[in-house]
Nanobody
């Protein structure tokens, strides 16, 4: 498994921006797919965005055009730039390694006030 630590969450007003970062304990160069998920209170965890080792991205419809996922293999980090935040984006955001080394971070809280 890979140890993942998220950071960058916090409280922001609607329309604001936050940048989440996920630091991995080892090299992410060979990890095929990494992603960000979120779980709002009382709801199931849902996919936010994925990125492959080739830089191909996929987004949930609810965040398309507002969120951008990126990965820095040299720094072993995966980032999520979140713009034009809405109250419905409020959730705990989790980083994940998908595949044989499937791993989850502990999550970081994002709260968007109206």
């Amino acid at each position: 498994q890979v140890q993942l630590v998220e950071s960058g969450g916090g409280l922001v007003q609607a329309g604001g921006s936050l940048r989440l970062s996920c630091a991995a304990s080892g090299s992410i160069f060979s990890i095929p797919v990494m992603g960000w998920y979120r779980q709002a209170s009382g709801k199931q965890r849902e996919l936010v965005a994925l990125i492959t080792s080739a830089g191909i991205t996929n987004y949930a419809d609810s965040v398309k055009g507002r969120f951008t996922i990126s990965r820095d293999n040299a720094k072993n980090t995966v980032n999520l730039q979140m713009n034009s935040l809405k109250p419905e984006d409020t959730a705990v955001y989790f980083c994940r390694v998908l595949g044989p080394k499937d791993s989850w971070g502990q999550g970081t809280q994002v709260t968007v006030s109206s």
